[in-house]
């Protein structure tokens, strides 16, 4: 079968009375559509040409039920669900991995991670904040924050409450997708658009951004911030912190290798390779000078932890009598060293 188009989706969602969009839910986006599935499509929909969003009536999503039916069953028992609803329909292509331009197309590329299709830093999603609008979410769905006090008013007014859990671009992940194997404890503290591997479990503290996730499996009780990625097995202690790509204009892409301890209330700024240790309460970033600790316990020099980048089995402590930061192997102090002095 031929792929011609970068995603799809067929969706409902929320819209403001002004017809706007506010958010979009897609059971079953789809990354790389068959030219047969597109073609089936656009035989009941005008012709969809680069990124875009068609809304589409209840009988128009039942027609491409039918349309598709033969090409691919599981798309077409979606939009035979989607047709007997009451809520606003539309069908999102991406023809290519373009800024998202509109509500619907934002959502598809936030679904497409939450549903473990893409992986963060792996798709285009510049001009996202610009593209989603700021919304009141709760417990009757997404609000345009113009529309709140009207809605709260009605509510009253028929004994009822309508209760804002939060006012955010983003909404929880769980209300979309609930990917397999994991466990959240706090659903709030993970936005839609964070990427969770089998096998990883959000503490009750623990926050996962947009853009960034987990490899998995690992425990997360600290936070990871955008575009931050942990690698299988590592542990991020409470209360620790990830410096993510929006946090005072830092442009390098913060991740954590394998099998990483971030200690209780620590924090990295440097991306960490395998096996590291980073002791409680010790925040590292780039500007941070260290003491090179040879194998001897002796200090053999200083460097940037910049310098340090990406490089495994490294442990990071604050020295208790001279205050200093010290750095040393995990594993061999003699290939640490070795790397080390390569920098002076």
């Known amino acids: 079968m031929t792929h011609t188009s970068f995603a799809f989706g067929l969706g409902l969602g929320t819209q403001n009375s002004k017809g706007e969009w506010l958010d979009t839910f897609y059971p079953s986006p789809l990354l790389n559509p068959t030219a047969e599935l597109l073609s089936a499509v ?23 039920a039918d349309a598709i039916s033969a090409t691919d069953t599981a798309q077409a028992t979606v939009a035979a669900q ?25 959502y598809l590329k936030l679904h497409l991670l939450s549903h473990r299709l893409v992986k963060p830093h792996s798709i285009n999603l510049s001009g996202l904040f610009g593209a989603l609008p700021n919304v009141a979410w709760t417990n009757q769905g997404a609000v345009d924050i113009s529309e709140l006090a009207e809605r709260q008013l009605q509510a009253r007014l028929k004994g009822e409450m309508l209760e804002v859990m939060s006012v955010d671009k983003f909404p929880k992940m769980t209300n979309y997708v609930v990917p397999t194997g994991v466990r959240i404890a706090h659903t709030a503290r993970v936005r839609l658009g964070a990427y969770l591997g089998e096998g990883t479990t959000i503490m009750h503290e623990g926050f996962v951004n947009f853009n960034a996730g987990t490899e998995g499996p690992g425990m997360i009780e600290g936070r990871i911030s955008a575009g931050v990625m942990v690698g299988s097995g590592s542990d991020l202690g409470g209360g620790c912190s990830t410096m993510g790509t929006l946090s005072g204009g830092n442009n390098i892409i913060i991740s954590v290798g ?4 971030i200690g209780a209330n620590a924090g990295v700024g440097i991306p960490l390779g395998d096996r590291c240790t980073i002791e409680a309460g010790l925040y590292i970033t ?36 001279n205050g200093a930061i010290e750095v040393l192997t995990n594993k061999s102090a003699i290939a640490l060293n070795e790397m080390l002095h390569a920098h002076n």
Request: aromatic letters at 2%; one cysteine or more.
């Open 286 to 321: 780039a500007g941070s000078v260290l003491s090179m600790i040879d194998a001897d316990g002796a200090v053999a020099g200083t460097t940037k932890a910049r310098e340090l980048s990406g490089q495994s089995d490294l442990l990071f402590r604050r020295n208790s009598k």
């Open 82 to 106: 989607l047709a007997s609803g009451n809520q606003a329909l539309v069908v999102t292509l991406l023809s290519s991995d373009d800024a998202p331009g509109s509500v619907p197309e934002g």
């Open 42 to 64: 656009q035989a009941v929909i005008a012709p969809l040409q680069g990124n875009t969003a068609v809304a589409v009536s209840n009988e128009q999503m039942a027609q491409i």
């Open 258 to 261: 394998k099998e990483c301890l």
